[in-house]
């Protein structure tokens, strides 16, 4: 008896999974299945609504993009009136005080003392610049190179460690491309002479959130259009359980197979490995492909927020008086993510975990509390309504310096074979891994299988990043 059959497996319906469907509707196809384990579309770009009536996003997402045609799905899908817009505030809160982001063009916030401390730094990681031609070996020895020792000890070390929760000497630097603001330093020194705020760095200067629903509400709306277009093609609670990838054939939870022609997987990367046949030959490279976990903390809150507050949109914390590394103010995003905003208002705080900075799951949610009296987010316990806590195994994936060797001895041994690897984990490139990256590389990845046409946002992450990308076989519907 012969299996059922598709032309295109998709495994995962986040944004990779999502973008490729659309892309394959776009051009008429119609022989492709796209299966998920959860119960609807959105994966690590999902939401949750809780038994309070607050929303939740799955860690900090706003809507930026690097790619028009994705701001033009974006515009389609939730329409004119279900979005709403905001200026970026993002703030450094650094010796009980807060620093306009990115911290190293507004060093006059800082005491006079560290101000100093923090220029010297400059000249002479200048000066050394200037002297010595040899890239460095790490991103802890990046940021020696780029700052000097003063933004590097006061921010940028501290901080990262909490972010990535990997030492910074096991950390590449190959990701850092439109993330982080180099410094200019006449320009660190005028601000500082006129103490004047200098904030509009960046490629999510101004961004955009859904007015309803959360950053879920977006897939949910495009997996309910591709459904439309496309009945039956998107199937929901089919975890994927083993891959055959020489007899080409995909073994399900429930013990159902299905036989495929070529295959997109969003899953892990190395979760793909241990589930294929390849495992005894690529085990040892997906050893190499690191990642932190992210526990994702809502506080919902009486009253309102307080003045100190009232505009910002998230802000960083390298200190040791918080085990979160970015809080955001998730009200501000939308009024609706809490149930009455009249009466109440919310913070999501973000922990990072790993194997080599722990988190004990039973205390982190009291922990951040406790944080968020310590840097004057909240004035008291009394503010508190509730908190909603959940736990993200997989929350980014690490730029290690053994990533780019693992990379190129996993991806090519699978597509060998037929079967590709996109999206945040399915790539396993934290620099393309924001939302418009992840569907960008659906939609590249099948007009590549179509066309032949290059996957420029998973190949070349310098030249998106380095501009508005409209690749011609992306924009042409």
């Given amino acids: 008896m012969s299996l059922p059959h598709t032309g295109l497996l998709i495994i995962g319906a986040g944004p990779t999974g999502l973008g490729a469907a659309w892309r394959l509707v776009a051009r008429g196809e119609t022989d492709w299945q796209l299966c998920d384990a959860a119960p609807h579309a959105g994966g690590l770009a999902g939401s949750v609504t809780d038994e309070h009536g607050f929303t939740w996003d799955l860690g900090g997402h706003v809507q930026f993009s690097h790619y028009d045609y994705f701001d033009d799905l974006m515009d389609e899908l939730l329409g004119p009136d279900g979005w709403l817009y905001h200026q970026r505030e993002s703030w450094v809160w650094l010796r009980q005080r807060f620093v306009p982001y990115p911290f190293q063009l507004n060093l006059h916030r800082l005491p006079e003392r560290e101000q100093w401390q923090c220029v010297r730094g400059l000249i002479t990681a200048a000066v050394a610049a200037a002297n010595d031609a040899a890239p460095p070996d790490s991103f802890g020895r990046w940021i020696d190179a780029a700052f000097g020792p003063g933004i590097g000890d006061v921010f940028l070390r501290p901080y990262n460690w ?12 190959s990701w850092i491309g439109d993330r982080v603001a180099l410094v200019n330093l006449p320009r660190v020194v005028e601000n500082i002479r006129l103490d004047r705020d200098d904030v509009s760095w960046g490629p999510n200067n101004q961004f955009r959130f859904p007015r309803h629903g959360g950053t ?10 591709l459904d439309h277009a496309a009945p039956g093609h998107l199937q929901f609670g089919r975890r994927l359980d083993c891959i055959d990838t020489a007899a080409r054939v995909v073994t399900f939870a429930n013990g159902q ?18 589930a294929s046949d ?71 705080a973000e922990v990072s975990e790993s194997r080599v900075k722990p988190v004990d799951e039973t205390r982190v949610v009291t922990g951040t509390i406790d ?4 840097t004057g987010l909240i004035p008291e316990r009394a503010s508190l309504h509730h908190t909603w ?52 590389q659906g939609v590249e990845c099948v007009d590549h299988l179509l066309s032949g046409s290059p996957e420029t946002t998973l190949r070349q992450p310098d030249v998106v990043n380095g501009r508005r990308s409209t690749p011609r076989a992306v924009a042409a519907k």
């Fill in 162 to 173: 909490k972010v990535w929760a990997h030492r910074l000497d096991q950390l590449s630097w």
């Fill in 216 to 225: 879920g509400a977006i897939w949910r709306a495009l997996a309910a259009r």
């Fill in 257 to 274: 197979q299905l036989h495929y022609d070529r295959l997109l997987s969003t899953m892990p990367l190395d979760a793909l490995v241990a």
């Fill in 278 to 348: 390849l495992a005894p030959a690529l085990t040892p490279a997906a050893r190499d492909l690191a990642f932190s976990s992210t526990h994702v903390i809502g506080v919902g809150l009486h009253g309102s927020a307080p003045p100190h507050l009232t505009g910002k949109c998230w802000m960083y914390f390298p200190e040791d008086d918080c085990p979160f590394y970015r809080v955001t103010h998730f009200s501000h995003y939308s009024p609706n993510n809490v149930a009455d905003i009249t009466r109440q208002w919310s913070l999501m």
């Fill in 371 to 374: 944080g968020l009296l310590n």
């Fill in 389 to 440: 806590h959940r736990r993200l195994p997989r929350g980014y994936p690490t730029p290690s310096l053994g990533r780019d060797a693992a990379l190129a001895a996993i991806l090519p041994a699978f597509e060998a074979r037929d079967v590709f690897s996109r999206g945040r984990f399915g790539a396993w490139k934290y620099e393309v891994s924001n939302q418009d990256h992840s569907f960008a």
